[in-house]
């Protein structure tokens, strides 16, 4: 079975602040990693996705990968109230395109 | 850009019916595409991956007789609901992966309630 483990939260930050949002896999073999943002009652929407160990910036948003340790994360500097949402970490593994997500974090931010 | 539309966005049925939900990649080819169902507060559950031309790759529990999934074209899929019970009522979200990028791209979904 392969799983996708988040922390449901709800993380909380003020604004102005970084929220780290955090994302574990099971699958050793997974090549691409993706991070969703769904507002509720809403479908997700790419944020941003990452295939290789390290950082990836776009905008106030940082991904982070590490293989070895099976872990992905999502930074969000200047966190907006506009940011609250639940955010999904999906991984793809190596046998097709199908997607896993995790069952998402809730984050809030406070002004 | 790679945006992707569902119709209807919402659907309320009686009982006993079928209902059919489209999904199209406007502005790319979509090889695959993918079903979702989600219920509330709950994530995304993989229901198939659709690939244009052929036969439906239907996930674990998924009755391939009750969610009919046609692809027949690179811009096309459609899943309809046989037979409809209420506990068949959630959010259904189709996703398009672009042949060129592993990214999927969402639609916005389709809430079908069931009475």
């Known amino acids: 079975q392969k799983e996708v483990e988040q922390n449901s939260g709800p993380l909380s930050v003020p604004e102005g602040a970084i929220a780290s949002l955090n994302c574990t896999y099971s699958?050793?073999?997974?090549?691409?990693f993706f991070w969703y943002r769904q507002y509720s009652g809403k479908s997700p929407e790419l944020i941003m996705f990452i295939y290789s160990n390290g950082d990836k910036e776009d905008g106030r948003f940082t991904a982070q990968l590490n293989k070895a340790s099976q872990y992905v994360s999502l930074l969000i500097r200047d966190s907006q109230p506009s940011d609250s949402a639940t955010y999904l970490c999906a991984v793809e593994g190596e046998s097709g395109y199908a997607l896993n997500f995790g069952k998402g974090t809730s984050l809030l931010v406070t002004p | 850009g790679a945006v992707v539309s569902q119709h209807p966005s919402r659907v309320i049925c009686k009982s006993g019916t079928s209902v059919k939900i489209e999904c199209r990649s406007l502005?790319?080819?979509?090889?695959?595409m993918f079903w979702y169902r989600q219920f509330p507060k709950q994530s995304l559950m993989l229901m198939a991956t659709?690939?244009?031309?052929?036969?439906?790759?239907?996930e674990q529990g998924v009755e391939k007789d009750k969610f009919l999934i046609n692809h027949a074209s690179l811009t096309l899929s459609t899943l309809t609901v046989t037979s409809a019970h209420p506990e068949d009522s959630s959010f259904y979200i189709c996703s398009a992966r672009k042949s060129s990028y592993n990214e999927q791209f969402f639609g916005p979904g389709t809430r079908l309630t069931v009475l």
């Open positions: 659709s690939n244009e031309g052929s036969k439906a790759t239907y």
């Open positions: 502005d790319f080819q979509a090889t695959t």
């Open positions: 699958d050793r073999g997974s090549q691409s």
